[in-house]
């Protein structure tokens, strides 16, 4: 690569002035691109891009009108950076205003701009001398002098700006609603982030033309962020797919004789297909593998379903194959998997539950019966309960275990007359919970009462429970007194909700 350099420096120096704007292009448009990307506002880029056309016809024709000069890249410049910050206005003032989704929006603007541009340059063809074609598919082997010396100004200042802003744009690009609770103007963040994609997308437009500038905005950076987890080293890892792309696609125009920008793109688009495919944490194989060594987190908790109900909590892999319907290398396969994160124990052909284990299980033994008792109350048939429940017990988020519960009114005992066991993630000594979730035998002291509800218990009662009554529908407690008796009362469950108890 470096002697093609050289030989190309030296056989035709026009060759090399594009490739260095090219190389400022890249790199400028892939830096940006990062936060494009980020900020999931690739398709408003292209709206800039597109929309440009208006600003530089505008440009061209009052230099041409007021002035009297031809095509004058300053002019054109400010007239696109106008043009792209009037499309962002009018997409947020009306998807703002409208029920229109902002994607339409975008749609709708920027194509009209665009078409508008196109208008004023058929109106005006007398004055303007714009070709339409080198504006999409640019012209990067006639770039002159003021092209490549705008270039490098804007590349100076987009990426001096971005170094400058870089933790402000970091936090607005990740959390908007925390920059401006710190006091970050998030408004002008934005406007300065679209008026250095303007500079960059008018500059470049001229030299590559809409489809390459488009392409350098998104696809290095896409392709970076398949790569990265940080937005610092995504920055340059962008910037080095954009070099790559750019040097490779100038390479093969040259070597196959065909338009430097459309092979620039093709060679962009075929990297990020590549690192799709091989990325190694976010690519196509690698997801493809972490799915091969997943373990189905249903067959987990039959595993630990099969060993709680086992004698002693102890069984074998042939007890496990002929309880769960899974074939014995994937059983094999999720044991494994479970002995590395400590859950069970295998030893000589036994395998047992660890403490981490047995709580797990405890946890889907309680959502298990929770919803048979809940299906019950839904009238299903007697002999349907057990398989039904077996499908809605993986729906054992805790919080919505303990709605259940608390809608059941915390019943002791499932259809089967087997016991419920008790929420024992959330009985913790020390911890303030309702009366209603608490059994037979726990104390603790009243610190909560609605007093509207609950008259005969005040705050600072020591509490014991009793054995429920009147099927499980009467909460039986014993307040102690000064003189070491106890007077016993009796609580529906909406007055056990109404206590609050710090647990002993």
Same mark, same amino acid.
């Given at each position: 690569?470096?002697?093609?350099?050289?030989?190309?420096?030296?056989?035709?120096?026009?060759?090399?002035?594009?490739?260095?704007?090219?190389?400022?292009?890249?790199?400028?448009?892939?830096?940006?691109?990062c936060?494009?990307?980020?900020r #999931?506002?690739s398709?408003?880029?292209d709206?800039?891009?597109?929309?440009?056309?208006?600003g530089v016809?505008?440009?061209?024709?009052?230099m041409?009108?007021?002035?009297?000069?031809?095509?004058h890249a300053?002019a054109?410049?400010i007239?696109?950076?106008?043009?792209?910050?009037?499309?962002? @206005?009018?997409?947020?003032?009306v998807?703002?205003?409208?029920?229109?989704?902002e994607d339409?929006?975008?749609?709708?603007?920027?194509t009209?701009?665009?078409?508008?541009?196109g208008v $004023?340059?058929?109106l005006?063809?007398?004055?303007? &001398?714009i070709?339409?074609?080198h504006?999409?598919?640019g012209?990067?082997l006639?770039v002159?002098?003021?092209?490549?010396?705008?270039? @490098?100004?804007?590349?100076?200042?987009?990426i001096?700006?971005? +170094?400058?802003?870089?933790r402000?744009?970091?936090?607005?690009t990740?959390?908007?609603v925390m920059?401006?609770?710190?006091g970050?103007?998030?408004?002008?963040?934005d406007?300065?982030?679209?008026?250095?994609?303007?500079?960059?997308?008018?500059?470049?437009?001229?030299? %590559?033309?809409?489809?390459?500038v488009?392409?350098?905005?998104?696809?290095?950076?896409?392709?970076?962020?398949?790569?990265?987890?940080?937005?610092? !080293?995504m920055?340059w890892?962008s910037?080095?797919?954009?070099?790559?792309g750019?040097?490779?696609?100038?390479?093969?125009?040259?070597?196959?004789?065909?338009a430097?920008g @459309?092979?620039i793109?093709?060679?962009?688009?075929?990297?990020?297909?590549?690192?799709?495919l091989?990325?190694?944490?976010?690519?196509?194989?690698?997801?493809f593998?972490?799915?091969?060594?997943?373990v189905?987190?249903?067959? %987990?908790?039959?595993i630990?379903?099969v060993?709680?109900?086992?004698?002693?909590? #102890?069984?074998?892999?042939?007890? $496990?194959?002929?309880?769960t319907?899974?074939k014995a290398?994937r059983i094999?396969k @999720?044991?494994?998997?479970?002995?590395?994160?400590?859950?069970?124990?295998?030893?000589?052909?036994?395998?047992?539950?660890?403490?981490?284990?047995?709580q797990h299980?405890?946890?889907? #033994?309680?959502a &298990? #019966?929770?919803?048979?008792?809940?299906?019950?109350?839904?009238?299903?048939?007697?002999?349907?309960?057990?398989?039904?429940?077996d499908?809605?017990?993986?729906l054992?988020?805790?919080?919505?275990?303990d709605?259940l519960d608390?809608?059941?009114?915390h019943p002791?005992?499932?259809?089967?007359?087997?016991?419920?066991?008790?929420d024992?993630v959330?009985?913790?000594?020390?911890?303030?919970?309702?009366?209603?979730?608490?059994r037979?035998?726990?104390?603790?002291e009243?610190?909560?009462?609605?007093?509207g509800?609950?008259?005969?218990?005040?705050?600072?009662?020591? %509490?014991?429970?009793?054995?429920?009554?009147d !099927?499980?529908?009467?909460?039986? +407690? !014993?307040?102690?007194?000064a003189?070491?008796?106890?007077?016993e009362?009796r609580? !529906?469950?909406?007055?056990?909700?109404?206590i609050?108890i710090?647990?002993?």
């Amino acid at each position: 690569m470096y002697d093609w350099l050289v030989e190309t420096h030296y056989a035709s120096p026009h060759l090399f002035k594009a490739l260095i704007t090219g190389l400022l292009v890249s790199t400028v448009c892939s830096v940006i691109g990062c936060f494009i990307v980020l900020r #999931r506002t690739s398709f408003l880029a292209d709206a800039l891009a597109h929309s440009m056309l208006a600003g530089v016809v505008v440009g061209y024709l009052i230099m041409k009108v007021l002035f009297g000069k031809e095509a004058h890249a300053p002019a054109m410049l400010i007239g696109s950076i106008l043009s792209g910050m009037l499309t962002v @206005a009018l997409i947020g003032f009306v998807s703002r205003s409208s029920r229109v989704k902002e994607d339409a929006v975008i749609g709708i603007m920027y194509t009209g701009i665009f078409a508008f541009g196109g208008v $004023l340059a058929s109106l005006f063809s007398h004055y303007v &001398h714009i070709d339409l074609l080198h504006f999409m598919v640019g012209q990067l082997l006639g770039v002159s002098d003021q092209d490549l010396w705008m270039m @490098a100004i804007v590349s100076v200042t987009v990426i001096s700006f971005i +170094i400058l802003a870089f933790r402000s744009l970091q936090l607005v690009t990740f959390d908007r609603v925390m920059a401006a609770s710190l006091g970050m103007n998030v408004v002008l963040l934005d406007y300065m982030l679209t008026t250095c994609t303007a500079m960059v997308v008018v500059t470049g437009v001229q030299v %590559v033309g809409v489809i390459q500038v488009v392409g350098l905005l998104i696809a290095p950076a896409a392709t970076a962020y398949l790569f990265c987890d940080r937005l610092r !080293n995504m920055l340059w890892v962008s910037a080095l797919f954009g070099w790559t792309g750019f040097l490779l696609g100038y390479y093969f125009s040259e070597t196959y004789n065909v338009a430097p920008g @459309a092979m620039i793109v093709v060679v962009l688009t075929a990297q990020f297909l590549v690192v799709f495919l091989v990325s190694p944490r976010y690519g196509l194989l690698a997801d493809f593998q972490r799915r091969l060594k997943a373990v189905p987190q249903q067959l %987990v908790e039959d595993i630990l379903g099969v060993i709680l109900r086992a004698n002693k909590e #102890r069984c074998g892999m042939d007890d $496990l194959v002929k309880h769960t319907p899974y074939k014995a290398d994937r059983i094999r396969k @999720a044991v494994q998997s479970m002995v590395r994160q400590e859950w069970l124990c295998f030893e000589k052909d036994v395998i047992s539950l660890t403490d981490d284990g047995r709580q797990h299980a405890r946890r889907l #033994r309680r959502a &298990h #019966r929770l919803w048979e008792t809940y299906l019950q109350h839904l009238g299903v048939a007697e002999d349907e309960l057990h398989s039904r429940a077996d499908l809605l017990e993986h729906l054992h988020d805790e919080d919505a275990v303990d709605y259940l519960d608390d809608k059941l009114g915390h019943p002791l005992t499932d259809p089967h007359g087997a016991e419920i066991p008790e929420d024992f993630v959330h009985l913790v000594p020390g911890e303030v919970m309702r009366l209603a979730i608490l059994r037979e035998g726990h104390t603790g002291e009243v610190v909560r009462v609605n007093s509207g509800l609950v008259d005969q218990v005040a705050v600072g009662d020591r %509490v014991t429970v009793g054995v429920r009554e009147d !099927n499980s529908q009467t909460w039986v +407690i !014993n307040i102690a007194q000064a003189d070491g008796q106890a007077t016993e009362h009796r609580l !529906n469950h909406e007055e056990a909700d109404a206590i609050s108890i710090r647990l002993d």
